[in-house]
């Protein structure tokens, strides 16, 4: 079983990203990005996971958010892949509906070793304050392939922007939340006949 911490440091000519992550955390949160939506959205993650995250990046925001986004993703997947370790005895699996208000969200996930996302979301409009909406789909997708999971993101009811993407980060946090916990049950055996995840 793992230590379920990790620090993970990402750098490229485009970014420098650093993460620091506990999964047997108590919601906290502290954010240097230079992106203040995306750092509302994570914190809805360490908050509603039970998480503890710290994230410091740096990138080419003169050009716009693209780059910085996705290496957060990126480098957030390295960190929940190196804290979840072997996996040995975790749920393995984990689901969440969140509403606010006219909103609501599904998210599932499993740490299956496969990184696949599904995100089937459409938003009313294309950018919630100067925040570009289509960078949400590039985040996840960073932190999937790093992380090695599956994940399904349904939006499945909404009008306002700003509630669609809060119910998604915080319906992702809850549904951790559960995949990460320890089965004691499962006396050190993973959640698959095959032996490996």
């Known amino acids: 079983m793992s230590n379920y911490t990790a620090t993970v440091y990402r750098e490229t000519l485009e970014t420098r990203v650093e993460v620091d992550l506990n999964l047997s955390g108590e919601g906290h949160f502290t954010a240097e990005t230079g992106l203040p939506f995306l750092e509302h959205m994570l914190a809805q993650v360490a908050r509603h996971g039970l998480l503890d995250l710290t994230v410091k990046a740096s990138g080419d925001l003169h050009i716009d958010a693209h780059h910085t986004v996705e290496d957060i993703g990126i480098t957030l997947g390295q960190a929940l892949q ?79 922007a700003h509630h669609i993407a809060e119910t998604i980060f915080k319906a992702f946090g809850r549904a951790l939340r559960v995949a990460v916990e320890y089965d004691p049950r499962r006396k050190g055996q993973l959640a698959s006949t095959k032996g490996m995840l």
Do not use: C, W
Not at 92 to 121: I, N, Q
């Open 82 to 160: 190196q804290a979840l370790g072997d996996k040995t005895g975790l749920q393995r699996y984990g689901y969440a509906y969140v509403p606010l208000d006219e909103a609501l969200s599904r998210v599932v996930l499993d740490l299956s070793g496969r990184p696949s996302l599904h995100y089937r979301v459409n938003y009313p409009r294309a950018r919630i304050g100067d925040f570009d909406v289509d960078l949400f789909q590039e985040f996840f997708q960073g932190l999937v392939n790093h992380a090695a999971m599956t994940l399904h993101i349904d939006n499945l009811h909404g009008r306002n």
